[in-house]
């Protein structure tokens, strides 16, 4: 007998499990999706996505969608399969095609690679997936199995996913430039998300979702809990909600430095940001061309460094008193949420370094709420961005060659130098690296490693190049 995740046992081993299922999923007319999982015959899970006000699904909708929802399922399960981290996983319904059993197997392992090093597991998980030689679920137009999808030339109709951080701004504001008809998405309308929407003034889709509501007792019994590849969750989302709404690419914000990791381990470089790197993209776009996804994916902001990002944002000044790149107060007492930053943490200060070459000490204390460089006690942390005193924080923070180009640009402003923190990483932290680390040209320039359409180049170029 079935055991629902809202009544655990008492106690829950994950050792006591061998495999994770994959059970069911449906498309509602009203637009809610609904995945089901289980471990063994033991405990099942039910996750539900409701897409946006006004989605309509009709049977040739979901003969159209069918590979993507599909996807969605399989990319979703990584939340539930990661309480037991069984050795194997099985499919009861169709099984992936070679493109998309190399993207889950890269999600299932890699992108736990986070959550396998904090929780001391032996070693990284590695399930395999069945696979079938294309995919079968009988309604998509295949492709050849593995093949990435070409560059696309020119989209339509783009959508940009925006979470009310920097780089979702810089990222829209490139698609605006362009004249191409644009609206933004988002799952659930947290404060700086909805403050982003009101000021851009574009259409905005909302999509919510609501996790098995047992999961927390699972996790207070036992399960393993931790970091999973959420921005590969979100993608999924964003593109079934952009082919069932008439748009035809998902512009993405993810930049060249989400592909470096943190630390290596287990003969992987255990990478935060895995979902977001360049590989994890390319995986996703081979696995849509297999299943005939009706939209594309790219992020527009690959070329660029977090740095150079930053610079463009500095010029987007309207958003400044709206955003946050704050992930610690989403994971604090609800009752701050309406604050933008905790002040506290690797992402605060990384955000606070690399805007500071662009911004006075005083419009940036007047965004964060306090002046982050001013204040000795924050040196270990603002150190350790440069890996200076131990690894890359597991954060979404950049690489630790633009962190040392931010230090050496405001320990030369004279706006920023006699700051506490400044000071001391001029004598302490920059002597710890080579003197060619941390090249301003070199973080600052646009990489040709990229999957962005040749038409939206030229305002990329002009927004991030300068």
Not at 46 to 72: I, M
Not at 124 to 137: E, H, K, N, Q
Not at 451 to 460: K, Q
């Amino acid at each position: 007998m079935t055991t629902d995740a809202a009544q655990p046992t008492e106690r829950f081993d994950p050792a006591a499990f061998a495999t994770f299922r994959f059970t069911t999923r449906t498309l509602s007319d009203d637009g809610v999706v609904t995945l089901g999982y289980a471990l063994d015959d033991a405990i099942a899970f039910e996750e539900r996505f409701t897409l946006p006000a006004g989605t309509r699904v009709t049977d040739a909708d979901r003969a159209r969608v069918d590979g993507l929802l599909a996807l969605l399922h399989w990319v979703t399960g990584v939340s539930y399969f990661k309480t037991a981290a069984p050795p194997r996983v099985a499919l009861d319904g169709p099984h992936p095609g070679p493109a998309a059993a190399a993207l889950l197997e890269a999600l299932y392992s890699e992108g736990l690679g986070e959550f396998a090093f904090t929780n001391r597991l032996p070693a990284l998980p590695r399930p395999a997936f069945p696979r079938d030689g294309a995919w079968d679920g009988g309604s998509a137009a295949g492709v050849v199995a593995g093949a990435a999808r070409p560059r696309s030339q020119a989209p339509r109709r783009v959508l940009v996913p925006v979470g009310g951080g920097k780089d979702s701004v810089v990222a829209l504001e490139t698609v605006r430039r362009s004249g191409i008809e644009l609206a933004l998405f988002s799952i659930g309308d947290a404060a700086p998300i909805v403050r982003t929407v009101e000021v851009a003034g574009l259409p905005h889709l909302l999509a919510r979702r609501r996790l098995d509501p047992g999961i927390g007792a699972l996790n207070r019994a036992g399960a393993l809990n931790g970091h999973v590849p959420v921005t590969a969750i979100v993608s999924c989302v964003a593109l079934l909600t952009a082919s069932l709404h008439g748009y035809d690419a998902v512009a993405l914000a993810n930049e060249r430095s989400a592909s470096q990791g943190n630390v290596a381990w287990d003969g992987i470089d255990v990478n935060h940001q895995f979902s977001k790197s360049l590989r994890a993209e390319r995986l996703l776009r081979a696995a849509l061309a297999e299943v005939g996804a009706p939209a594309d994916l790219f992020s527009l902001l690959r070329p660029a460094s977090e740095l150079a990002i930053a610079r463009a944002f500095s010029r987007l000044e309207r958003y400044h008193p709206v955003f946050t790149s704050c992930n610690a107060i989403f994971r604090i007492d609800p009752a701050l949420r309406a604050r933008s930053w905790c002040g506290d943490c690797p992402k605060c200060r990384f955000v606070y370094l690399i805007l500071a070459p662009f911004n006075a000490p005083s419009h940036l204390a007047e965004v964060f709420g306090r002046d982050l460089l001013a204040d000795p006690a924050q040196y270990d942390g603002f150190a350790l961005l440069t890996a200076t005193g131990g690894h890359k924080p597991f954060e979404c923070v950049g690489e630790e060659q633009e962190s040392l180009a931010a230090i050496r640009l405001i320990a030369a402003q004279e706006r920023w130098r006699d700051h506490a923190v400044v000071r001391r990483l001029a004598a302490e932290a920059l002597p710890a690296h080579p003197p060619a680390d941390g090249d301003l040209d070199a973080v600052l320039a646009l990489s040709d490693d990229h999957d962005v359409p040749d038409v939206l180049m030229p305002h990329v170029r002009a927004l991030l190049g300068a």
